[in-house]
């Protein structure tokens, strides 16, 4: 069994900054991708950034200069530091891995985060 587990959200004024977590735990073989996504009301779940397992990194020009996506392998964490938050970037965040499990056989898939709250407002 894999989960993954969010942290950090919360409310912040425009131009602040919040860090997110998101640990994975469980029967882990192997993480490969690592990413952060968001939704609001009414639209489609879009992706804010993405890591993979060779640290290679791409963003949503929305959030290029202003969000930075890191990872730590040892602990199959991954961070979104946002930087200069805007109304715009309230949302629910989602943090995704694909994982490798072993048992009871080899199996790659997608995991979700269970979401975090982010509000910026004044």
């Known amino acids: 069994q894999v989960q993954l587990v969010e942290s950090g959200g919360g409310l912040v004024q425009p131009g602040g900054s919040l860090r997110l977590s998101c640990a994975a735990s469980g029967s882990i073989f192997r993480t490969n991708t690592m990413g952060w996504y968001r939704q609001t009301p009414g639209n489609e779940r879009e992706l804010v950034a993405g890591v993979t397992s060779g640290d290679n990194k791409n963003y949503a020009d929305s959030v290029k200069g202003r969000f930075t996506i890191s990872r730590d392998a040892a602990k199959n964490t991954v961070y979104l530091q946002m930087n200069s938050l805007k109304p715009e970037d309230t949302a629910v965040y989602y943090c995704?891995?694909?994982?490798?499990?072993?048992?009871?056989?080899?199996?790659?898939?997608?995991?979700w985060g269970q979401g975090t709250q982010v509000t910026v407002s004044s």
């Open positions: 995704k891995a694909t994982i490798e499990t072993l048992r009871p056989s080899w199996r790659i898939r997608d995991y």
